[in-house]
Every structure is written in structure tokens, then in C-alpha cells.
């Protein structure tokens, strides 16, 4: 459905996009995320035929996007802005775009999509009296308004409360699994991103670090975690203090009554309960434990962003 194939931009002499290949499938919820700065919003700019390309391509159903009216009329946009219009009620916006995208029945799809976004008491309210949430819950039903076969969606939750938060992952999660649209979502809410998405890119300095799976980027073989559960929790800081000295270790953390650590892949697990047990640590339990998507990003963005 959505193809990049060896895709770079550059302003003034600055590249911002450098060579990037991907492929989104039918139905997925794709997860695209970097550090500010990192060509994201270039990458969905570029995908949506409003910039474009140094070199390479993007394609939508095999075409690009500019100059292809039946391609956009099948493309759902929220990015950055909000796309609303201030001085008209959210009721208005709606049906302008609606008049635009040739809606059926577009009275009652505005009404459903109000409700959606608990909107509907506001519904003939400037969206200029709107507050950021507010904005942000209109310019995503906004997107939605024609039934769109792809969603490109710049932090759609940006802004809102955590049940509005929820109720838009609740959402993307029905559209992928009950309509199979598809959805490109690019978000900092790395939360958000490894509860719905399948797969992830995590792109820095305009590069991909990593394009797979999430289950695959847990389980990789050159990180391995385990989860040391001390008979006595209140030897955590022990083990942590001798953790941070051990030979092929190398992170760890505390949480509760677990001991996380990160392991290079030769480290054996009971080389650490036998150190352990030489301070007197008797260890309960040991469990082989996942790494989050947030350590995951900060291992391939090395935790620093760009203010750009």
C-alpha cells in the first residue's frame, strides 16, 4: 500500500531525509519515531506529495500521491496543525470538508464522528474558543470524515487527556483489525506506540536505525534482559550496586521488587546469581525479561534529541 524507496530531501544544502526504504502493508499500524529534528515530518511531507523528493520515491497503491487526485481522495492527514478553520464551529469545518471530499449522508457522518470526539455540545461553537484537546479530537475526525483507506497521523494524541488518549488508540486499533486501514502513525508517545503498532521505524539524522517488528526488536539476540527477584527486596540496591561493576552487563535498573539487567549476549544469567550468592543475595526467581520500546529507542537514539 505505501512504498519509499531510496527517499532524500535536502534544503539548502542540508540533508534532512538520506536514503530511506520502507513498506507499509494493508491494515498495518506502522509506528515512526525519532528525536525532534530527525525527518519525520519531512518523511510524511514528502509521502503526501507536499514536498518533493530530492531523489527517490514514494508511492501510495504504486502512484505518487501529487498529481493524483483519486490517491489523496483515499489519504487521511493529520500532522502537525490541527487543519481546522478558527472562525468557523466544528459542525462547519466538518461540513466544508465534507462538500469537499463528496461525503453520502454527511450529516449524520458528522454527527456520529461529534459524538466520537465528545464534541457534540460544542458542535456549533467557534473551534477558535477550542481548547488545544478539543482542536486536536476535530482535526482527527477530520481525517476521518471520508472514510480514508490510509491514515497519516503526525501525534494524534497530542494534547489530549488520558481517556481521550485511549479512546484514540481504541480507535486506530478498530479501524486496522475491523476495517483494515492502514495507519502511519509518527508520535513521541512511546506508550502509545507499543500498545497498537506492529511494526516500527525509529529513524535519527534523517536515517533508518531500525525498520522490524516490535516482538523481533524485543527479543533481539544482542540484548538480553533478565528480571532478578531477591528473596529479601530490600537487597535491590545491593544487587544494583554489584550489577553496575559486573563484567558483561550492561545496564540495570530497579523497579519494585525486580532487579532488571541487560546483558551482552555471551553473559551467562548464572554467572550473576553466583556473584549474587557470594554477598549473601539469595535470588528468588529469575525471569527472561523483554525490553520496552522505550529502551529500545533510547538504545538507537542514545537518549539525545535535537532541538530543531
Known sequence: MLEVKNLVKTFKGRTVVKDISFS?????VFGYLGPNGAGKTTTMRLILGLLKPTSGEALLWGKLAAGHPDIRQRIGVLLESDGVYPRLSAY?????????????GLDNRIGQLLDFAGLSERRHDKVGTFSRGMRRKLGLVRALLHSPDILLLDEPSAGLDPESQKRVRDLIVTLSSQSQITVFLNSHDLDEVQRICGRVAIIQDGLIRVCDTLKALQSAPERRMAELVPADASRCDDIVALMRIHEGVVDVTCEERSVFVTLHPRQKTMALVSTLEKHGIEIEEIRRAKRSLEDIYLEVVGGKEKDV
Open 24 to 28: 507499509v502493508g494493508e491494515g498495518e
Open 92 to 104: 462547519d469545518n466538518l461540513a466544508y470538508f465534507g462538500h469537499i471530499y463528496g461525503v453520502h
